[in-house]
């Protein structure tokens, strides 16, 4: 049986659910999503769970009910799924090839099919160059215009893997390389040992003691698609995930120095050659040497070279005069002048969260109940939630109005109560902000809930000026707390719309409004705000805008891009406990 890893089956599901879906189908997508996301956030190989319990621990999967659990059993022994298949003969597009493309949801892909054969995102764009889509009924002018954009985002950033994506397959890799016998140490450097918000290739470390044997198993491992060079000491592979991965084997005495240059930032290496080379040492990928003494011999000069320093990174910063300098900060932006003045900041640690302030529940566009929800929170060993869902402007949510909001804070208070002493559920909402800069609830019902974030989900092309007045006046009512994902940008889908940020932090400021890291596939706050924010003094949150329980483990790159931008846990609100929090937004 060829090894199957569970995004390969949420891959499927999913696929099966936009197909559905098309079809207009009732009910089954959602079961199908919901099914998927589960797994995604499994730990266990699905694989494994089948091999142990069969069609029945299937069914133990959370949402997996015995029409799905077939579905999966089928994949598991055949590779494919029959329904799958079927759907895809009546609908025959490339739905990989679209996923990218922000605002081309499955009832768009089926009618461009229909209408003008279009079957992949090549296709779509020809069509929408010739003016082809705009005449399709319900698309337009500015449909296709908007159609064009999202092809051209996702073109300007293909080949790079968003960080979410990249690094639960750069773990499973760390952990294969671990059990190759004669491996020492193993570890993945580059911009993912960085956590930059997006990953070009993957490059990875190691010491063993017989680097033929890892390079074998390296080179032939599953999920590679083609060798592009296999060497004693290092490789070189393209992985189906389609990303391209380095490994070299390095001398353990090197270790250090090694990991410091393959960990870059490359401008943050050329920082750190020139303080070396100031102190009359030489640091490269082998170690730091002194070289100071040249002799000459038979062939012409060579230089004396005595290592002082290679074997851990901490001690290249120490004979470089500086204090470690933890990876996130590598990019040569102030981080070497503040380690000289010992001016670093203790940076907000990756368990330091206590609280999670924006989330959905299946009230609106979430696909899980709020106490599983809490659950999940709980499980993740979290204090506090806020359930955040959308309101009534945005009707494709099912957003919240006053009625339905003040029916869900009887659930709240059920589940609370039920799940006391684990974690509370803080009543809270993602309230629309209007045009105008109004709110979509007025502030008697603003005034009665814990928590009120605010955020943009229209009008994305508002003048810079207008844009930052709206949101401005958002920030200034009085029951606005938090700004949630304040640039409105989504990480290789679309670009933030045009405000003038200084000004929002400085409305953050007067309003004393806090601003939000939403760690899913946003990153909005990005570190260089998040930076901005804390040299500032506003305070932010970092939220896991989760829809599903399984999407709290995006907290986790929520909490890197605010390292990124050198945040300490007394700049991060949800890192304090409860009462400290609602202190602050003078909530309690
Ligand atoms: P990526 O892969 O585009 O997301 O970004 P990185 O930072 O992983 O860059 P990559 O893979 O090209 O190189 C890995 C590290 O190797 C990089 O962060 C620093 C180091 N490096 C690469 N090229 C040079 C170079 O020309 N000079 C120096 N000093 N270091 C380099
Ligand atoms: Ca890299
Ligand atoms: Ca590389
Ligand atoms: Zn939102």
């Known amino acids: 049986m060829k090894e199957v890893h569970n995004t ?28 998927a996301e589960v797994i995604e956030g499994l730990a266990e190989p699905v694989a494994d769970i089948y091999s142990r319990g069969g069609l029945a621990a299937l069914k133990d999967i959370p949402g997996v009910g015995a029409s799905i659990a077939e579905k999966i059993e089928e994949f598991l022994t055949k590779g494919k799924v029959a329904e799958h298949e079927a759907l895809k003969k009546k609908t025959p597009v490339d739905l990989e090839s679209f996923a990218g493309i922000e605002g081309v949801g499955p009832k768009s892909i089926l009618k461009l099919y229909r209408e003008l054969g279009i079957k992949n995102a090549g296709e779509l764009e020809k069509a929408a160059k010739a003016g082809k889509v705009r005449e399709v009924e319900g698309f337009g002018a500015k449909k296709e215009e908007g159609i064009l954009a999202g092809i051209e985002f996702m073109r300007r950033s293909a080949g790079r893997l968003l960080i979410s994506e990249a690094m639960p397959h750069v773990r499973a890799l760390e952990a294969r390389l671990r059990e190759v016998p004669g491996v020492e140490k193993v570890i993945v450097a580059g911009s993912a040992r960085r956590r930059k918000e997006t990953i070009g290739d993957i490059d990875i470390l ?46 353990a005495e090197s270790y250090g120095a090694a990991l410091n240059y393959f960990t870059g930032s490359k401008d943050h290496n050329v920082a750190l050659r020139q303080i070396a080379i100031k102190k009359g040492l030489k640091l490269n990928e082998y170690g730091l040497f ?101 309101t009534k402007r945005l009707a494709m949510t099912h957003g919240l109005d006053e009625k339905r909001i003040q029916m869900q804070w009887k659930e709240i208070d059920a589940v609370n109560k039920k799940l006391k002493g ?12 209007l045009k105008d800069g109004t709110l979509d609830f007025p502030d008697e019902i603003l005034a009665k809930l814990d928590i009120a974030g605010v955020s943009v989900h229209s009008y994305f092309n508002l003048p810079r000026e207008a844009q930052t007045e709206r949101i401005v006046r958002a920030m200034r009512n009085p029951h606005a707390d938090i700004l949630f994902h304040p640039t409105g940008r989504i990480v290789g889908k679309r670009d933030p719309y045009d405000v003038d940020m200084e000004e929002l932090i400085r409305a ?78 003078k909530r309690n």
Not at 207 to 227: H, N, Q, S
Not at 330 to 345: V, Y
Not at 362 to 377: H, L, Q, R, V, Y
């Open 206 to 251: 190691a010491i063993a003691k017989e680097p033929a044997r890892l390079m074998e198993y390296f080179v032939g491992m599953k999920g590679v698609e083609r060798v592009h060079a296999h060497g004693p000491t290092k490789s070189s592979v393209r992985l189906s995930l389609g990303l391209d991965a380095d490994l070299r084997v390095v001398p």
């Open 508 to 585: 953050a400021n007067k309003t004393g409004t806090c601003l939000e890291v939403d760690a899913f596939d946003r990153l909005d706050l990005k570190d260089e705000y998040v930076r901005k924010c804390v040299e500032a003094g506003v305070k932010f949150a970092i939220d896991s805008d989760a829809h599903a329980p399984a999407h709290f483990g995006y907290l986790e790159y929520g909490i890197a891009q605010a390292r990124r931008g050198w945040a300490a846990k007394e700049d991060v609100i949800n890192a304090w406990p409860l009462d400290e929090m609602l202190k602050f937004l």
């Open 290 to 390: 002194e070289t100071r003494g040249t002799t000459r011999t038979g062939r012409g000069q060579t230089q004396k070279e005595k290592m002082v320093a290679g074997k851990t990174e901490e001690e290249v910063y120490k004979v470089l005069g500086l204090d470690y300098i933890e990876p996130e900060l590598r990019e040569n932006t102030g981080e070497i002048e503040a380690t000289l003045r010992h001016s670093l900041p203790e940076l907000i640690t990756y368990d330091a969260l206590q609280g999670d302030l924006q989330m959905h529940s299946n009230w609106t566009d979430g696909k899980f109940s709020i106490e599983e929800m809490a659950k999940g929170a709980a499980a993740r060993g979290l204090k506090y939630i806020a359930i955040t869902d959308h």
């Open 422 to 433: 684990t974690v509370a559920v803080l009543k809270g909402t993602e309230c629309d902000i």
């Open 8 to 35: 390969d089956i949420a891959k499927i599901l999913h696929e099966i659910a936009l197909y559905l879906e098309m079809q207009s189908v009732p009910f089954k997508p959602r079961a199908y999503e919901k099914v």
